[in-house]
């Protein structure tokens, strides 16, 4: 009797993963939207995008962060404040990093797509070419004194699709697709994001 209830419960709401996916789906279009206005950005400015999403988190959090250093300052200033009055400013600046933690999750998710669109275009360069260049960075600088596949010419790096791993020559050959924009809102999401084999677990 139960399994019976159990499934006619199933077919009519659905199972909690096909609920789950369906909740998702909506990050996954925005995802592919996003995506298809990145074919005409240059490799610098595709990679720029990683700055600015920064400074727009840094922007969303600008005033709470204000807030919390005004609070750690006045302790800072006074070295001699009284204990009680002091006790109260940490519960306002533990208030505040709680609410920091709330507007923070707010900002990531609103960056969700656009960052998920950056990370499938530069997959799909990759694997539509055998060498990316773009202007050199000091990451860019340091990184190449440790993998061979990335190279500096003058004020210029260049990546190839190729690399060494465990003794094999590996040839980057993926680009997401839904299920894997998928595993990855859910991952964001801190939970776990089981997956058949060759669904593309790894990417």
Same mark, same amino acid.
Not at 82 to 94: A, M
Not at 109 to 123: C, I, R, S
Not at 141 to 160: C, M
């Given at each position: 009797?139960?399994?019976?209830?159990?499934?006619?419960?199933? @077919? #009519?709401?659905?199972?909690?993963?096909?609920? %789950?996916?369906?909740?998702?789906?909506?990050?996954?279009? @925005?995802? @592919?939207?996003?995506? *298809?206005?990145? *074919?005409?950005?240059?490799?610098? $400015?595709?990679?720029?995008?990683?700055?600015?999403?920064?400074?727009?988190?840094?922007?969303?959090? +600008?005033?709470?962060?204000?807030?919390? +250093? *005004?609070?750690? @300052?006045? #302790?800072?200033?006074? &070295?001699?404040?009284?204990?009680?009055?002091?006790?109260?400013?940490? /519960?306002?600046? %533990?208030?505040?990093?709680?609410?920091?933690?709330?507007?923070?999750?707010?900002?990531?998710?609103?960056?969700?797509?656009?960052?998920? +669109?950056?990370? /499938?275009? !530069?997959?799909?360069?990759?694997?539509?070419?055998? !060498?990316?260049?773009?202007?050199? !960075?000091?990451?860019?600088?340091?990184?190449?004194?440790?993998? &061979?596949?990335? $190279?500096?010419?003058?004020?210029?790096?260049?990546?190839?699709?190729?690399?060494?791993?465990?003794?094999?020559?590996?040839?980057?050959?993926?680009?997401?697709?839904?299920?894997?924009?998928?595993?990855? #809102? #859910?991952?964001?999401?801190?939970?776990?994001?089981?997956?058949?084999?060759?669904?593309?677990?790894?990417?």
């Amino acid at each position: 009797m139960l399994d019976f209830i159990n499934k006619t419960i199933t @077919k #009519v709401f659905g199972s909690k993963s096909t609920r %789950d996916i369906r909740e998702i789906m909506p990050l996954v279009e @925005k995802t @592919k939207a996003e995506f *298809a206005k990145l *074919a005409s950005l240059s490799n610098d $400015q595709l990679r720029a995008k990683t700055d600015e999403f920064k400074q727009r988190i840094r922007n969303y959090l +600008a005033d709470i962060d204000n807030e919390i +250093a *005004a609070y750690r @300052k006045q #302790v800072d200033d006074h &070295p001699d404040m009284d204990p009680d009055d002091k006790e109260k400013i940490y /519960k306002e600046i %533990d208030a505040l990093g709680k609410e920091r933690d709330k507007k923070l999750e707010e900002v990531l998710l609103e960056l969700l797509p656009e960052a998920f +669109a950056v990370v /499938k275009e !530069t997959a799909r360069r990759f694997f539509e070419n055998k !060498t990316l260049e773009a202007t050199a !960075t000091r990451l860019d600088r340091d990184l190449s004194v440790k993998f &061979p596949n990335i $190279q500096i010419q003058g004020e210029k790096v260049i990546y190839q699709n190729q690399w060494m791993a465990a003794g094999n020559m590996i040839t980057w050959d993926m680009v997401h697709y839904d299920v894997q924009l998928i595993g990855g #809102v #859910v991952l964001h999401q801190g939970k776990i994001a089981e997956m058949a084999t060759g669904e593309g677990k790894t990417l």
